[in-house]
């Protein structure tokens, strides 16, 4: 039994959450079992300073992305030019340079306070679309990147057959593709059974994703609709760009969303990802189904996506998730943050979402589309993912415990746990060191 005394924390139930002083744990196999607070610490408790939360749920991720923080910006344009700067730096990709790269990237993960991320994947083969020698290689080099950085991975292994709506794949889009639906199929059940046996379940997982309607014909979502199995999670793209929806509605008739119910797929597994170009029918299909929204605020404002409809989506009974996207930032705060004034600055009200509503899309709300149990407040039967964060930088100081959603930032959070180990303090990764010397090597072997 291991003991971690919290100066401050957030403790109690999702919506009943309270910050209270002098918080002790006890963990057991990686999990809070037991929580009192208004206590001493113990001589051999691990002590965390400051305000201590759950840790953050990264719920949308393509590693490789990150390659293009901060080199897209030298001109004008929109989602479709920045798309093709990333796939050349898609078409530089071997698992040798992807491990290490998804190292350093899961790494500024975990010492920016996310204990789990689930990894959007499709950059399945060899340029061409050639397989690799060895099965699974790439994905196997994300999964080897993950344990290395010591985050939750849930690897969600995606369709993609088209190029568009009734088009091949073209050439820098050939290494994502597989050999049909059926293909796919198989391969991800190879891939389930060789994580399964390579890595503790407890750290990686596999699920699922449907790039778009763009990237998988209506038949191929005739056949994941009978043939995915029921008890892994499912990601798609969906409402990105407003020619994705005219092109949905000329060839089918319908929207993405209205494409989907047409083929049994909304549920309460399925995960939209963006969703920011919605009609009101297509609010209504989404939350009646009770899928979860993954919005990624500060990748759609970089990309000038536009400004999803959040709060009716809420509203109308989908759950609300935060993913990084492409890593424009990789601050689970500033997510929050963005969620909220995305929708202040759409609807000239503030507060749309409280601070335990945006806690809540950081944590238990990610959390949930890809099957990690982590709570939006701390609690007995919980995972122990903490971070902790500086209630006195320049930045936090003077803030309410309760509003630092409001304040803080990645810079803010001092320490982070996972499964009740100590994994990240001060900005330093435990086991890997500096991440910006990591990342710094890993970016030397990309030409973007």
């Excluded at 002098?22 to 691990?46: C, F, Y």
């Excluded at 290395?148 to 995606?158: F, K, M, P, Q, V």
């Excluded at 415990?401 to 990764?429: E, F, M, N, R, W």
Aim: glycine share 10%; proline share 5%.
């Amino acid at each position: 039994m291991k003991g971690i005394w919290c100066e401050t924390a957030v403790i109690g139930g999702d919506g009943g959450s309270a910050a209270a002083s002098g918080v002790r744990l006890e963990v057991q196999d990686g999990r809070i079992s037991k929580v009192t607070a208004g206590v001493p610490p113990q001589a051999t408790d691990q002590r965390l300073h400051g305000v201590v939360f759950p840790a953050a749920a990264n719920a949308h991720s393509h590693a490789f992305h990150r390659i293009l923080r901060g080199r897209t910006h030298a001109g004008r344009g929109d989602f479709w030019v920045w798309r093709e700067q990333m796939y050349r730096s898609a078409a530089e990709l071997t698992p040798e340079r992807y491990e290490k790269l998804a190292t350093a990237v899961f790494a500024e993960m975990v010492v920016s306070g996310f204990s789990s991320v689930a990894e959007f994947h499709y950059v399945h083969h060899r340029p061409g679309g050639k397989p690799y020698a060895e099965p699974h290689a790439m994905e196997l080099a994300l999964a080897r990147a993950a344990a290395a950085a010591g985050i939750r991975l849930t690897l969600l292994d995606t369709l993609y057959l088209a190029g568009g709506i009734h088009s091949p794949l073209s050439p820098e889009q050939a290494r994502f593709g597989d050999a049909g639906a059926q293909g796919w199929l198989e391969r991800l059940a190879s891939l389930r059974q060789v994580i399964a046996e390579t890595f503790s379940p407890d750290l990686i997982s596999v699920g699922a994703a449907l790039h778009s309607v763009r990237a998988v014909p209506e038949e191929a979502f005739k056949i994941v609709a009978r043939q995915l199995p029921a008890d892994i999670p499912l990601h798609i793209h969906l409402s990105e760009q407003p020619a994705e929806n005219r092109a949905c509605l000329e060839s089918y008739g319908v929207t993405p969303a209205g494409l989907l119910d047409r083929h049994g797929l909304l549920s309460r597994r399925l995960s939209v990802v963006h969703a920011t170009h919605l009609s009101a029918e297509d609010v209504h299909l989404l939350g009646e189904a009770g899928v979860t929204a993954v919005l990624c605020p500060t990748t759609e404002a970089d990309l000038a996506d536009g400004i999803g409809p959040a709060r009716s989506l809420f509203d109308a009974g989908a759950k609300i998730a935060l993913g990084t996207d492409q890593h424009a930032n990789i601050d689970p705060w500033a997510e929050m943050r963005a969620l909220e004034y995305g929708e202040r600055l759409g609807s000239h009200q503030r507060g749309r979402f409280s601070p335990q509503e945006l806690l809540h899309a950081a944590t238990a709300g990610a959390s949930s589309s890809m099957g990690t149990p982590i709570a939006s407040a701390i609690g007995p039967g919980a995972v122990c993912d903490l971070m902790a964060v500086d209630p006195d930088s320049v930045r936090t100081a003077g803030s309410s415990p309760q509003q630092l959603a409001y304040s803080a930032t990645a810079s803010d959070v001092t320490d982070v746990v996972i499964a009740g180990q100590p994994v990240a303090s001060k900005g330093t990764h435990l086991r890997l060191g500096s991440v910006g010397s990591l990342m710094a090597e890993a970016l030397k072997e990309f030409s973007a």
